[in-house]
Each structure stands twice: as structure tokens, then as C-alpha cells.
């Protein structure tokens, strides 16, 4: 069963997933046109019926605002680095009762560091509590990684399960690689921020 629809900027870029009432909704107020569609399905009003919508693109051109793709989100950060404490490599899956996945400050925001992805890493609690507000070299816990800004679609749209015939935009749009990650993302939860339908953050 289709859940939501995928919705494609006038440019074809893939913004987000819709629920299928405001897909419709955009379509009969003709603020979006169907690319493709379940042909097994039919959606009806009070005067129309198209096939039930999998992927729409907008009519007009939104901007998605760069200030909003940089945001730092735990469910990326974790997702970033695979789930993994950066310093002592344990697993989410590893962690003892009580333990949990949080965020680190290289640089803590107490001594000047910024809450950047450049400058955040996952972090068990036991490894947050013990690196406290000291630097790297200070307590001699460096990062498995260096901690870099995601791609923006990771932080642009919320990830949800999709159809071929959605996966085939984001394939055709950024590549096979940004497909396996956005599916790599799902399996550990489904980010929480997209972006909205008037391109602005929610």
C-alpha cells in the first residue's frame, strides 16, 4: 500500500513525502500534475477521478532555504556515523541499560566550540561523560572519523519507505549512492524535519 507520494520541485528535484490528501489537495488546485501514478488505484472527488498519485511535481518552483539543510538533528548525526560511538566504537546495539547514543562537542561549547556538524560526533554516554569539556588532545579520545556536513538531502525531506517508482527520482536525481543511504537512514528510524510544501522548514 502506497503511505504517501513523492513530491518533485518544478525542477524534478525530490523535496519530500506527502500524505496522499494534501497530494490531492496540491493536484486540484492545480499546484502540481501527476508524473506517476497507481494505475490499480483511483482516487475520486466531487467532480474528478485520476489514478491514486506515487509521484507529483510542483507546477512552480519552491527555494529550499541552505540555513535549514545545515541544522544539526540527532537522527542524522547518529545516522551519519552508522550509529556508532566515535570513540569507542560500540554499537547503539552494543550499549548497556541506561547507556544510550549522544552528542559530542570536539571543541565544547563552553571553551568556543559551535554546534556545526564539522564539530559533533556520536557519542556513548559513558564516553561523553568521561571526555567532559576537555578537548580531544587533552584527554587523548579522538574521533574513528572526521565529522563532516551530510548531504543536504538527508536534511531536506523526511525519509520514509518508497515505491520504485519513487526510489527511480531520487536514483535519477543524485545517484545510486544516495539512494542506498537514504534506505540505510530508514532502517534506523525516520528523521523527524523535512521541508514543506511552501519551502519553508517544518
Given at each position: ?12 528535484e ?8 494534501r497530494a490531492?489537495r ?7 500534475e ?7 488505484a ?9 489514478p ?31 550509529y ?42 559513558p ?25 543536504f538531502?538527508?536534511l ?47
Amino acid at each position: 500500500m502506497i503511505v504517501g507520494c513523492l513530491a518533485l520541485n518544478a525542477s524534478y528535484e525530490p523535496l519530500t513525502l506527502v500524505p496522499m490528501r494534501r497530494a490531492v489537495r496540491l493536484l486540484l488546485d492545480g499546484k502540481a500534475e501527476i508524473v506517476e501514478a497507481d494505475d490499480s488505484a483511483v482516487v475520486r472527488s466531487e467532480k474528478l477521478a485520476f489514478p491514486r498519485p506515487q509521484v507529483i511535481r510542483l507546477t512552480k518552483f519552491i527555494h529550499v532555504p541552505r540555513r535549514f539543510r545545515r541544522q544539526v538533528t540527532n537522527t542524522f548525526l547518529f545516522a551519519r556515523d552508522g550509529y556508532r560511538c566515535q570513540y569507542c566504537g560500540r554499537l547503539q546495539a552494543e550499549l548497556k541499560p541506561r547507556e544510550q547514543l549522544t552528542r559530542d562537542h570536539l571543541i565544547p561549547m563552553s571553551r568556543g566550540g559551535v554546534n556545526e556538524w564539522t564539530n559533533v560526533v556520536t557519542a556513548c554516554s559513558p564516553c561523553n561523560t568521561r571526555k567532559a569539556n576537555r578537548m580531544p588532545h587533552e584527554i587523548g579520545m579522538h574521533p574513528l572519523t572526521v565529522p563532516t556536513e551530510p548531504h543536504f538531502v538527508h536534511l531536506s525531506w523526511a525519509v520514509r519507505r518508497l515505491t520504485p517508482k519513487q526510489a527511480k527520482y531520487i536514483r535519477t536525481f543524485y545517484g545510486e549512492g544516495m539512494l542506498a543511504e537514504l534506505r540505510r537512514i530508514e532502517t534506523h528510524g525516520h528523521p523527524s524535519a523535512h521541508v514543506a510544501l511552501d519551502g519553508s522548514a517544518s
